[in-house]
């Protein structure tokens, strides 16, 4: 405990350091498990964006506009004001609009289609050549999309992932502000509202180590799956 | 038998059809190794994409051994691929997968699930294409001709009776091109596989074909054997493709010959006449003179052949030439510059 009384005096307002390490835990949780979810769905639509689009293998102009659509509006909603505007939503999904529970449908809903616009420039990226060279294997669509566009995009989609949950550590704090727990909140309800700037400062200090991390995780992974 | 029957194809650019190729004909036989050659945008891409149907025709129709390709279902024609190997002139590896992955591929699309039949089957493969140290390696440590060794060996996986090359070596310095046409040869021979290649060097024509069609402008202008289309090019497309391939012969068109005395003429021997000593013993016997002006022995694949241009003089010339001509060595005349010369 001879940490203490530094901190103590570095941080007069903190008292309770379990209540932090409780924000983080919730901010993880939420980036977790809205991370997971905005993959499971923005990859399936940005695969269906890329094969829909225009000269590509599943061409269908009309399809690709009304998606190309919904993801330009949903993208165009600033995060905090999707929160609202969904919270009647999230109700009927998960039965509350608060918590980390509340934060995941709006996280998910707003990253998901951002995520699919990365998958689907990831994915442009595959040369023509290899795809052709599938088809001429007698690959079915399916078969390229796994076997191929996947794996050779992997670089790719594990950097648009990276970018993704950083992009939610963002959402996740601001999603503090109306509720939805995590570092954000603490630093929204004690550095904002009590005027407890330490709490500020540690919880943007925390934040900051958090995207630090996942980015280093990122390049790490892209790294060790890159072969050019 | 790969048939071509009245197939032509456009394209629409900005609502407007633009044509790839027109309307023609081509039959290539079981086992034989045919080339397509033409400058770039003459249509051999395009061309040789409608054997597998990667392109499909906007009309007429394409059969592979009486079956109509363009009839086909979907599964159908998958089904059918499977069975046309293809290389490319930029190999078109999975750059994520090792050389065995690669090879292995085709297998696994064709439903192989076995991972000891795969592993044997792609070491057998390997060990055709000289890269059986290689097979963990990924594609991004291999040569030029080392991911198109791979590239075959994945083009044959599935043992086609068709494989289309689209310009295999056009991205290969010459050496490693001698070598890759070497295997494509000695696969041809081994396997018995109809060979479809399309390229824009005369050289790999004279190579490894044995019959060749000449694309201009989506037009097939020339076919035949390739020792008739190289010894006797008609269009002028042709002959600029020959001459290419022999650089001496491009030298050696009239002009340069105008002030030559004598009869300029244009030998062509091939097979076994290349070797006899025809000319020699007719000059000795007609007692004319001859002068050689250029001249090249070559091999066209297998076949021994030699080009003479040469100048001839003396009272029985008409004589000598019929001499050679029993000896089965074919005469052009190109000019008679001492006749048209006299003032």
């Given at each position: 405990m001879s940490a203490a009384p530094l901190l103590q005096s570095l941080f007069p307002n903190i008292d309770d350091w379990g209540e932090i390490g409780q924000a983080c835990i919730d901010t993880l949780l939420m980036l977790g498990g809205s991370l997971l979810l905005t993959v499971a769905i923005g990859l399936p639509l940005g695969v269906l964006l890329y094969l829909t689009g225009k000269g590509q293998l599943r061409a269908m102009p009309k399809l690709y506009a009304v998606l190309s659509l919904l993801v330009n509006i949903l993208r165009s909603i600033p995060f905090i004001i999707l929160m609202i505007v969904l919270m009647p939503v999230t109700y009927v999904l998960v039965g509350t609009k608060l918590g980390i529970r509340g934060a995941i449908p709006p996280l998910v809903i707003g990253a998901a289609p951002f995520f699919a616009r990365l998958v689907e420039t990831a994915l442009r990226e595959v040369q023509r050549g290899v795809i052709e060279a599938s088809q001429a294997m007698g690959a079915s669509t399916w078969q390229i999309v796994r076997h191929v566009l996947l794996p050779e995009a992997r670089g790719g989609l594990i950097a648009g992932t990276t970018v993704t949950a950083i992009a939610l550590v963002g959402y996740t704090a601001m999603g503090g502000a109306i509720g939805a727990g995590g570092l954000g909140d603490l630093a929204y309800r004690y550095g904002y509202l009590s005027y407890k700037s330490d709490y500020m400062l540690v919880t943007v200090v925390l934040l900051i180590v958090l995207v630090q991390l996942l980015q280093m995780l990122g390049d790490r992974i892209v790294a060790r799956y890159t072969r050019h | 038998m790969i048939r071509f029957q009245a197939v032509h194809k456009s394209y629409r650019v900005d609502g407007r059809d633009v044509s790839a190729l027109q309307p023609f004909h081509l039959d290539i036989a079981d086992g034989e190794v045919f080339g397509i050659i033409g400058h770039s945008g003459a249509g051999k891409s395009t061309l040789i994409r409608l054997i597998n149907l990667l392109e499909r025709p906007s009309g007429g129709r394409i059969l592979i051994d009486d079956v109509d390709m363009t009839a086909l279902s979907e599964d159908a024609l998958r089904q059918?691929?499977?069975?046309?190997?293809?290389?490319?002139?930029?190999?078109?590896?999975?750059?994520?997968?090792?050389?065995?992955?690669?090879?292995?591929?085709?297998?696994?699309?064709?439903?192989?699930?076995?991972?000891?039949?795969?592993?044997?089957?792609?070491?057998?493969?390997?060990?055709?294409?000289?890269?059986?140290?290689?097979?963990?390696?990924?594609?991004?440590?291999?040569?030029?001709?080392?991911?198109?060794?791979?590239?075959?060996?994945?083009?044959?996986?599935?043992?086609?009776?068709?494989?289309?090359?689209?310009?295999?070596?056009?991205?290969?310095?010459?050496?490693?091109?001698?070598?890759?046409?070497?295997?494509?040869?000695?696969?041809?021979?081994?396997?018995?596989?109809?060979?479809?290649?399309?390229?824009?060097?005369?050289?790999?024509?004279?190579?490894?074909?044995?019959?060749?069609?000449?694309?201009?402008?989506?037009?097939?202008?020339?076919?035949?054997?390739?020792?008739?289309?190289?010894?006797?090019?008609?269009?002028?497309?042709?002959?600029?493709?020959?001459?290419?391939?022999?650089?001496?012969?491009?030298?050696?068109?009239?002009?340069?010959?105008?002030?030559?005395?004598?009869?300029?003429?244009?030998?062509?021997?091939?097979?076994?006449?290349?070797?006899?000593?025809?000319?020699?013993?007719?000059?000795?016997?007609?007692?004319?003179?001859?002068?050689?002006?250029?001249?090249?022995?070559?091999?066209?694949?297998?076949?021994?052949?030699?080009?003479?241009?040469?100048?001839?003089?003396?009272?029985?010339?008409?004589?000598?030439?019929?001499?050679?001509?029993?000896?089965?060595?074919?005469?052009?005349?190109?000019?008679?510059?001492?006749?048209?010369?006299?003032?």
């Amino acid at each position: 405990m001879s940490a203490a009384p530094l901190l103590q005096s570095l941080f007069p307002n903190i008292d309770d350091w379990g209540e932090i390490g409780q924000a983080c835990i919730d901010t993880l949780l939420m980036l977790g498990g809205s991370l997971l979810l905005t993959v499971a769905i923005g990859l399936p639509l940005g695969v269906l964006l890329y094969l829909t689009g225009k000269g590509q293998l599943r061409a269908m102009p009309k399809l690709y506009a009304v998606l190309s659509l919904l993801v330009n509006i949903l993208r165009s909603i600033p995060f905090i004001i999707l929160m609202i505007v969904l919270m009647p939503v999230t109700y009927v999904l998960v039965g509350t609009k608060l918590g980390i529970r509340g934060a995941i449908p709006p996280l998910v809903i707003g990253a998901a289609p951002f995520f699919a616009r990365l998958v689907e420039t990831a994915l442009r990226e595959v040369q023509r050549g290899v795809i052709e060279a599938s088809q001429a294997m007698g690959a079915s669509t399916w078969q390229i999309v796994r076997h191929v566009l996947l794996p050779e995009a992997r670089g790719g989609l594990i950097a648009g992932t990276t970018v993704t949950a950083i992009a939610l550590v963002g959402y996740t704090a601001m999603g503090g502000a109306i509720g939805a727990g995590g570092l954000g909140d603490l630093a929204y309800r004690y550095g904002y509202l009590s005027y407890k700037s330490d709490y500020m400062l540690v919880t943007v200090v925390l934040l900051i180590v958090l995207v630090q991390l996942l980015q280093m995780l990122g390049d790490r992974i892209v790294a060790r799956y890159t072969r050019h | 038998m790969i048939r071509f029957q009245a197939v032509h194809k456009s394209y629409r650019v900005d609502g407007r059809d633009v044509s790839a190729l027109q309307p023609f004909h081509l039959d290539i036989a079981d086992g034989e190794v045919f080339g397509i050659i033409g400058h770039s945008g003459a249509g051999k891409s395009t061309l040789i994409r409608l054997i597998n149907l990667l392109e499909r025709p906007s009309g007429g129709r394409i059969l592979i051994d009486d079956v109509d390709m363009t009839a086909l279902s979907e599964d159908a024609l998958r089904q059918k691929r499977q069975h046309i190997g293809m290389i490319f002139q930029h190999f078109n590896l999975l750059a994520s997968q090792t050389v065995a992955q690669n090879v292995a591929f085709p297998l696994r699309l064709a439903g192989e699930r076995n991972a000891a039949t795969i592993r044997q089957r792609v070491d057998e493969l390997l060990a055709r294409v000289g890269l059986t140290a290689h097979a963990d390696k990924y594609p991004s440590q291999l040569s030029g001709g080392q991911k198109q060794r791979v590239g075959i060996a994945r083009a044959l996986a599935n043992r086609p009776s068709i494989l289309l090359c689209d310009e295999a070596t056009s991205a290969l310095d010459p050496q490693t091109t001698a070598s890759v046409l070497d295997l494509l040869a000695e696969i041809n021979r081994e396997l018995k596989l109809t060979i479809v290649l399309i390229t824009h060097e005369m050289d790999v024509v004279r190579r490894v074909c044995d019959r060749v069609a000449v694309l201009d402008a989506g037009n097939i202008v020339e076919s035949g054997s390739v020792v008739d289309v190289f010894l006797h090019p008609q269009h002028p497309t042709t002959r600029r493709f020959v001459n290419e391939a022999l650089p001496e012969e491009a030298a050696g068109e009239q002009a340069p010959f105008a002030h030559v005395p004598g009869r300029i003429l244009r030998l062509s021997f091939r097979g076994d006449a290349t070797w006899t000593p025809a000319l020699g013993r007719v000059a000795r016997e007609t007692g004319v003179d001859f002068n050689i002006l250029a001249g090249r022995i070559d091999r066209i694949k297998d076949l021994p052949y030699g080009q003479l241009t040469l100048a001839m003089q003396g009272d029985r010339v008409d004589d000598a030439l019929a001499c050679l001509r029993q000896a089965a060595i074919e005469i052009e005349e190109i000019t008679t510059p001492s006749q048209e010369n006299r003032p």
